[in-house]
């Protein structure tokens, strides 16, 4: 695997270069903590949906009944 890049603009000049320890520690923190959430946010979708599948409801009946 590469290392990321990162990219400095500095007025007219762009320069990319390789990320350094401190960046890539940092970068890889919150990859991980995208990760995480990403599979929290998949995780409560799977539970709300197997709570509707239990009580025979739609997604648009829910919505009928809080609205």
């Excluded at 270069?17 to 890539?24: G, S």
């Amino acid at each position: 695997m590469t290392t990321p890049q990162i990219r400095i603009i500095d007025g007219d000049t762009i320069t990319d270069r390789d990320m350094n320890e401190q960046e890539l520690a940092t970068y890889k923190t919150v990859q991980d903590e995208l990760k995480a959430q990403a599979k929290f946010e998949l995780d409560k979708a799977t539970a709300r949906q197997a709570v509707l599948d239990k009580l025979g409801l739609t997604s648009d009946e829910v919505a009928a009944l809080l609205s």
